[in-house]
């Protein structure tokens, strides 16, 4: 089971093979079993099968390949309208707009999401997230008719896969636990001796072999400012209103 | 592999037998494997094994049986301020203050989190996920001593099973599944059946049987203010600060 979770590596080309409905009811059954904010299940994943609107998907999420070739296209959205149908058959609102009401419904589909991932790899497809859903989140809030209170997360392609990227090192675990409290000062000597073994990685893989290690990629891509619009976007659709 | 996530229960009571440094370790390196937003890896944990500093949090997170008993008591946390110090490494800064970035780091956590549930849970321990570390996030980043852009953004225990509590039935794949676009004219049939659903389960389980069905439940929970201060906090921590 870890040796299955270690080998998560993208995959963003994928055998012309269909997942079957059973198939994936199945895998979206399974991965609804994760655990859920006092089990509000505040998400949704809309599944793109109509070819027009794939390809405006893709394209509006700079992901045309791996949308392309994937037997599901999918969108996973935060998701608190369903919550407001329940409370409304008790004459109830909820307060979608409450900073944790939103951090909540981002969680819950983050587990199911994460959970979704490794039941699928467990049956030997592959996926790959794709963030490239917040490059466009309005107009494809428009074309997946996405009402108030639903945003798309993130998206993902699932699929017998064509070619698997290589598995990434991972920070070591130093890195990433802390022991009763916050340590930062050890993290220049950690982070160092990871570039090396980013670097050694990146030198020696197959395909899109470069010249770099790890905090210099961080440093070029995290200066930059990204999705500036986001803020007034989750507004836009009724999130983040207690500001 | 499906049967394990469909396994998935909170346990709350955890047997005296202590989970060693190098399965943790393993666990934690499995986990690290989820995808990460352009591999920001934006997440910490800390795990809290100072006494005096676990009964704390077991208070302030409300949670003093599950904190008290388990082999692992964890704080997960969403964490820019490591990448802070990986691009600092190349003269630069990050905008730890995007909504975006506050998205990426909350989404990375989740992943991380969830795939280090499945990791656990495949080798027979039990974990319940802690929202109560959201009810003193202030308090609680003081005792944990973390500095600005890290949150923590929800606690776990992990030990023996005790006890654990039995599976709840989720909402049926169709209330969560949508075709090409967001079809909420469906949710009032679905919900009133799934109430049965859930009426039956809290009717017959063992523990804690009560006369309820999801919606109500909902309804009762949602309509109420929580964490109200939860914009104000993240603020102060230096998240979601492109008002």
């Not at 089990?39 to 700079?62: G, I, T």
């Not at 991972?170 to 930062?184: K, S, W």
């Not at 990146?202 to 070029?220: C, E, F, I, L, P």
Request: with cysteine; hydrophobic share 40%.
């Amino acid at each position: 089971m870890l040796d299955l979770l270690k080998s998560h590596a993208s995959v963003r080309k994928y055998k012309d093979e269909p997942i079957s409905d059973e198939t994936f009811h199945e895998l979206l059954h399974a991965a609804q079993h994760a655990a859920s904010s006092n089990f509000v299940q505040a998400y949704s994943v809309v599944r793109v099968k109509d070819p027009v609107k794939r390809d405006k998907l893709a394209e509006l999420s700079k992901n045309r390949k791996q949308y392309e070739s994937a037997a599901l296209p999918l969108v996973f959205c935060a998701d608190l309208k369903r919550l407001e149908h329940a409370v409304s058959l008790h004459g109830k609102e909820i307060l979608a707009g409450a900073t944790e009401s939103f951090l909540v419904a981002v969680i819950d589909t983050a587990l199911f999401a994460q959970n979704f991932v490794v039941a699928a790899e467990s049956k030997g497809f592959g996926i790959c997230y794709i963030g490239g859903v917040r490059n466009n989140p309005e107009t494809i809030s428009e074309l997946l008719e996405l009402p108030d209170h639903v945003i798309p997360l993130f998206g993902m392609t699932v699929g017998v896969p064509e070619e698997t990227n290589e598995v990434k090192p991972r920070l070591p675990v130093e890195a990433i636990l802390h022991e009763d409290t916050y340590d930062e000062s050890k993290y220049d000597e950690i982070l160092t001796k990871y570039d090396s073994v980013m670097e050694e990685y990146y030198r020696s893989r197959t395909a899109n072999n470069k010249n770099s290690g790890w905090t210099d990629v961080m440093a070029a891509f995290l200066s930059e400012p990204r999705r500036t619009y986001m803020l007034d976007f989750l507004q836009s659709k009724g999130f983040l209103k207690d500001t």
